[in-house]
T-cell receptor, first 112, second 114 residues
């Protein structure tokens, strides 16, 4: 069983809708949680990171971490066709913060 | 321009022929890392380096070697490539280990081992 599980999608939504993405994990030592966006044929780019539990908001993006449920989420409000990409969650533990575990990635398609 | 460069971008080789994929960053970052990306498996970390002469294994280090003799360069070496190492490879760097700092990714190297 993988340490980080993520539904691969694809997830198709109409423009303007809220995109909801999530990952579950099994390692309770994970403390750093990240979301990356990857466009086709490009390297991933960091969208947001969160330390431990709680919410973090940045423009149209909101990241949530629920450590008690070992569950993290990313919400994209007012989605645009330019948000069409693969979204990957990633996490690391405090005692090995150089070692990252990624989810498989969820493909998101926002249709005009 | 701040960037991570990888060479080559595309490579087709045969089983057992040693190869090196170079990675270089111009941001004076201390942390560098190599990943492979396969369909349905996401990104898997191969090796990472916290600083010069400091390297450590990621999740899938078997069949790979790395070295960090200078801060800007972090080459990935496949001593005897096999077909199961056919993959898309990414190098990344950041000032601090990822999780507390933005990690910059290179453009990727698509490797095919026949």
């Amino acid at each position: 069983q993988k340490e980080v599980e993520q539904d691969p999608g694809p997830l198709s939504v109409p423009e303007g809708a809220i995109v909801s993405l999530n990952c579950t994990y099994s390692n309770s030592a994970f403390q750093y949680f990240m979301w990356y966006r990857q466009y086709s044929r490009k390297g991933p780019e960091l969208l947001m990171y969160t330390y431990s539990s709680g919410n973090k908001e940045d423009g149209r993006f909101t990241a949530q971490v629920d450590k008690s449920s070992k569950y993290i989420s990313l919400f994209i409000r007012d989605s645009q066709p330019s948000d069409s990409a693969t979204y990957l969650c990633a996490m690391s533990a405090a005692d090995s913060w150089g070692k990252l575990q990624f989810g498989a990635g969820t493909q998101v398609v926002v249709t005009p | 321009e701040a960037q991570v460069t990888q060479n080559p971008r595309y490579l087709i080789t045969v089983t057992g022929k040693k190869l090196t994929v170079t990675c270089s960053q111009n941001m004076n970052h201390e942390y560098m890392s190599w990943y492979r990306q396969d369909p349905g498996l996401g990104l898997r970390q191969i090796y990472y380096s916290m600083n010069v002469e400091v390297t450590d294994k990621g999740d899938v280090p078997e069949g790979y070697k790395v070295s960090r003799k200078e801060k800007r360069n972090f080459p990935l070496i496949l001593e005897s490539p096999s077909p199961n190492q056919t993959s898309l490879y990414f190098c990344a760097s950041s000032l601090l280990p990822s999780g507390t700092d933005t990690q910059y990714f290179g453009p990727g190297t698509r490797l095919t081992v026949l």
